[in-house]
């Protein structure tokens, strides 16, 4: 019996310059509650409309986009902040939901973390073996999936190496990789006013906002504090 031919790698058809500009142009259209088409989308990203079709498949397989490819996901929507906001918080922690809830990426970080470390080309040569091997856009893909895992703070690159970032939490024993808080007086900075949250009858919580926000940047601020703490 033939054996089934299995179907082609969803692998991205232009580089990962032009999927953060998908990516950041979704977010803008879902933050301000307008339809999302994927002409908008490539107009406001400065891209071809086909762009966003072609490469659609690909961020379904990531976890940027829900598998109807019809919105963002949470990982998409914190990168989305991130990149929008210019916020390395968020956009590092919208890629670390996407390494750990993809199979690949997910693969890939444990053989890096099983290893101590990966050889640039053994780390390609192990995503062959886990796709369909070198197809159309392979090479691109393989540059994104580096580039991912290097932007969740889990991997950094060393040399011709990808290796794990060691002073991380550790899930296992919950160390930090530093102190939440510091000791160091807070700083005022100008154009800022702090204001008081009181959270309980024991505890304060500060925010720095700007003297006088604009309705749309209020929305978004709640909108990010809403994603950072997981609140539905």
Known sequence: MAETQKAPYPWPRNSWVILTKIIRAWYTFTSEGGEVTGKKIADTAGVHASQISTNRPFLVMLGVVNPEGTSLTEAGKRIGIGLYNDNESMRRQGFE???????????????????????EKDFSDEIALRTNGKTEGFGTGVGILREILISSGLVEAVGDSLQPVKNRIDEATGELEKP???????????????????????????????????????????EMQRLMFGIK
């Open 97 to 119: 939901l996407v390494v750990k809830s993809n199979p690949l990426l997910s693969d890939m970080l444990n053989i890096i973390k099983g290893r101590g470390g990966l050889k």
């Open 180 to 222: 939440a808080f510091s000791d160091k007086p807070v700083i005022a900075v100008v154009g800022l006013k702090r204001i008081p949250i009181p959270v309980s009858t024991s505890s304060v919580w500060w925010i720095e906002v700007g003297e006088n926000p604009a309705d749309g940047e209020v929305v978004r601020f709640l």
